[in-house]
């Protein structure tokens, strides 16, 4: 078994059931962790049995027993299966149940937090706030992605309440969701990493998307802060929507808060100026790509919101490393791979475009683009826009994945790109066994495409690493 983990909160039987409105079923026992996996579950900690829409989370009450827990959540009317001896916390819907716990577990907290929602960026600048966060003391942080109602609950009700500082992200794909999530949150101070067309297909406009994401900056307090980029689309919406002190960033106005300068786009390396105290400093990443000048002087600005020393910055950010997927430089079999194929939709797909078109010294450039999906009505004009954008560069092979792509391959051939060097494949399985046969050393490829495209499968036939996300 486990050790158990010193660093997880411990909960009385007396604060659980209060804070979730449940009742003891069996003798309740402080419990340290939280989890709804039954086979990750910290060593005496409490099992929550999540109802999804493929399982049933209470199939897996005795899994959880058996690998650890010491308590269970589960619904009021659930049948205590014949033999099982452990403790149940009783509740009207054990997904209402772990949200409430975990904002009545926030309300204990004395730490600064921050949340970080957009429709693309929003993890990378996560990742920079950590790290910022970090080189002024412990932080706490949303581990990978885990933005949604179960994520984000399930973060906070790991973290201890007397940590400085936190930075957590909040996702949504549906209405409504950040509004609920924010809620559990309680920001003290909020980011904005952009507004585009993520999701549309459950909003229908990016009006609507950005309404979405200023439910978080409306629930910063007026005491509190939020930081805007006022090069981004919908700023002027956005700026109107908070109670709080906004902070402005960008890389074209010299008026901003702060203002950025790129000066090696592939290396990561860029100068901020601070208005306030007439500072200039240059940081660099390491990190490819002029997508991440904007997330990296968003992350500086509420940073030193933070009260986080510009000293402290530089090494923070050199040590700052992207969860799998997402721009994952390989290099393998003399191959150059470009792994970021975590997700997709058109803005970031056009970045990525632009960041592998930067990529120097480099013979033959190849792209593998699979499908971008949940985009709705305006799906094929996106994956299009795509195609002429391939059309635009100056790349050796377009290798297309899934339906919805053949129109970028259709576009692209339309706008100029040779017919001879552009393949279709129905799904990342068969991509990968051709891809892996057509490249040669020295090529780089970028991979790129929706997250259920699975086109790590192609990246794994071209390096022969087994791909994690």
Known sequence: MTAVDPQLPLFSPDQLACWSAGVWDGTPIVVRGISNHGQKMPPGGLYVAICGERLDGHAFVAQAAAHGAAAA????????????????????????????????????????????????GKTTTKEFIAACFRAAGPTAATTGNFNNDIGLPLCLLATAADLPRGIFEVGSNHPGEIAALARVLQPDAAVVTSVGPVHIEHF???????????????????????????????????????????????????????SGRVLDAW????????????RSTRLRTGLSGRHHATNLLLAVALARGADVPWEALPDALRQVQLPPMRWQRIEANGLTVINDAYNANLPATLGALL????????????LVLGEMRELGSVSEAHHRKVGRAVAAGSWQGLVCVGELA?????????????????????????????????????????VKGSRGVALERVVAALTGQVIGH
Do not use: C
């Open 73 to 120: 959540l589960v619904r009021r009317d659930w049948l205590r299966p014949a033999g099982l001896t452990l403790p149940l916390l009783r509740v009207d819907e054990p997904r209402a149940a772990l949200s409430a716990m975990a904002a009545a577990h926030r309300r204990t907290w004395r730490t600064f937090v921050a949340g970080v929602t957009g429709s693309i």
């Open 204 to 258: 229908g406009t990016e009006a609507a998307i950005a309404g979405e994401k200023g439910d978080l900056l409306r629930a910063v307090p007026a005491s509190g802060f939020v930081v805007l980029d006022a090069d981004g689309a919908h700023f002027d919406y956005l700026r109107r929507q908070p109670y709080a002190r906004v902070v402005t960033v960008s890389l074209a106005r010299y008026d901003a808060d702060y």
């Open 267 to 278: 290396a990561g390396e860029m100068e901020i100026h601070e208005r306030a105290t007439g």
């Open 355 to 366: 960041t592998f078109a930067e990529m120097p010294g480099t013979p033959r450039r190849l």
């Open 406 to 446: 053949r129109w970028i391959a259709d576009e692209a051939i339309a706008a100029g790109f040779p017919a001879q060097q552009v393949w279709r494949y129905p799904d990342a399985t068969a991509a990968a066994v051709d891809t892996a046969a057509w490249a040669r050393p020295g090529d780089a490829i970028l």
